[in-house]
């Protein structure tokens, strides 16, 4: 009986150091990111160095990666899609923004992350029917969302085919109308 209860003592010793070991490591990924963050942007110019750019959406995937049950990793697949469009790599930024609306679809960041998907879809990659795509699933699911204005609107424009050169000329030519008739 003696032995079944040190058997016990013992496994539950080793239960409370494992999770305690795994905690710390989880806790010194969150520590490395946050030092990490706070070195991102070059004082004088405030802009972001490519290569600590690079490094810093590395660290976030990495979490993302051994922690995928943690909400916190939502934010970090989305910071690592914000560093990934600043760097000029849409491909990538889509990606992460896929595996945060897969993984994560009850985020408070899904909203954003599927604009954003639709707006590099059409600015970026230049693919209006992926963009078109995004957009009215933006529009479906996040209705009452600030927005979703914004989505409907260029999911017109897109849709009438009108160039952005077009609609500022069009708007010029109303906006000049409407000085003259005053």
């Known amino acids: 009986m003696k032995s079944v209860n040190m058997k016990r003592v ?45 490094a810093m959406k590395e660290l976030y995937l990495k979490f993302a990666n051994k922690y995928p049950d943690d909400t916190i990793s939502a934010n970090f697949l989305f910071k690592a899609a914000d560093l990934s469009n600043g760097l000029r790599d ?21 909203a954003s992350a599927l604009f954003l998907q639709a707006f ?26 600030p927005l979703a204005q914004s989505a409907e609107a260029t999911l017109m424009q897109l849709e009438s085919g009108i160039s952005d050169e077009e609609l500022v000329r069009q708007f010029q030519m109303m906006n000049d109308s409407l000085n003259a008739a005053k």
């Open 120 to 145: 590099i879809y059409d600015t970026e990659l230049k693919m209006v029917d992926s963009a078109k795509v995004k957009y009215k699933e933006f529009v479906r699911r996040y209705p009452a969302d």
């Open 90 to 110: 849409p491909k990538s930024t889509i990606e992460i923004l896929d595996r945060l609306l897969t993984a994560y679809p009850k985020s408070q960041r899904c």
């Open 10 to 54: 013992f496994l539950l010793f080793a239960f409370v150091l494992i999770m305690v070991s795994c905690t710390s490591e989880k806790q010194k990924q969150i520590e490395t990111i946050a030092k990490t963050e706070s070195e991102l942007i070059n004082d004088t110019s405030l802009m972001v160095n490519p290569e600590k750019g690079k």
